[in-house]
C-alpha cells in the first residue's frame, strides 16, 4: 500500500507563501486521487485542492481559489500544493490524502479517503 509524508510546512507572514510536498511511497494498483486538507484545534478537516489521476483535472475549495494551486510530478510521485498570500486563519496542520482505486468518489468528502498523511504544520503570523 502506498505511504504518504507530507513536508514544506513552517512558520510564515501574512501575504507569505509555502509550497508543500505530499511524496508518495510504494505501489498502488490504482489511484483515482490524491487532495489536501487542512484541520486546525477544534475543527473539521476541510478540503482544500484535490488532483483525479487519470486525467490530471484539479478541484479547488472556494476558498483558495486563485491563491493555492496543486500539481503532480509523476516522475516523482509526489504532489505539490503552492500556497500563496496565506492568511493568519489558514494555521492548521495540513495533510494530503489518497482515493484509490478507480471509480467515483466525492474528492472534498473526508470520508471517501483510503489512506492520509501525518500532516505538516502550517503557521501564519499576523
Known amino acids: 500500500q502506498v505511504q504518504l509524508v507530507e513536508s514544506g510546512g513552517g512558520l510564515v507572514q501574512a501575504g507569505g507563501s509555502l509550497r508543500l510536498s505530499c511524496a508518495a511511497s510504494?505501489?498502488?494498483?490504482?489511484?483515482?486521487?490524491i487532495s489536501w486538507f487542512r484541520q486546525a484545534p477544534g475543527k473539521e478537516r476541510e478540503f482544500l485542492a484535490g488532483?483525479?489521476?487519470?486525467?490530471?483535472?484539479?478541484y479547488y475549495a472556494d476558498s483558495v481559489k486563485g491563491r493555492f494551486t496543486i500539481s503532480r510530478d509523476n516522475a516523482k510521485n509526489t504532489v505539490y500544493l503552492q500556497m500563496n498570500n496565506l492568511k493568519p486563519e489558514e494555521t492548521a496542520v495540513y495533510y494530503c490524502?489518497?482515493?484509490?482505486?478507480?471509480?467515483?468518489?466525492?474528492?472534498?468528502?473526508?470520508?471517501?479517503?483510503?489512506?492520509w498523511g501525518r500532516g505538516t504544520q502550517v503557521t501564519v503570523s499576523s
Open positions: 510504494g505501489r498502488t494498483f490504482s489511484r483515482y486521487a
Open positions: 490524502g489518497e482515493i484509490q482505486g478507480t471509480r467515483y468518489r466525492p474528492i472534498s468528502t473526508v470520508g471517501s479517503y483510503d489512506s
Open positions: 488532483i483525479t489521476w487519470s486525467d490530471g483535472n484539479t
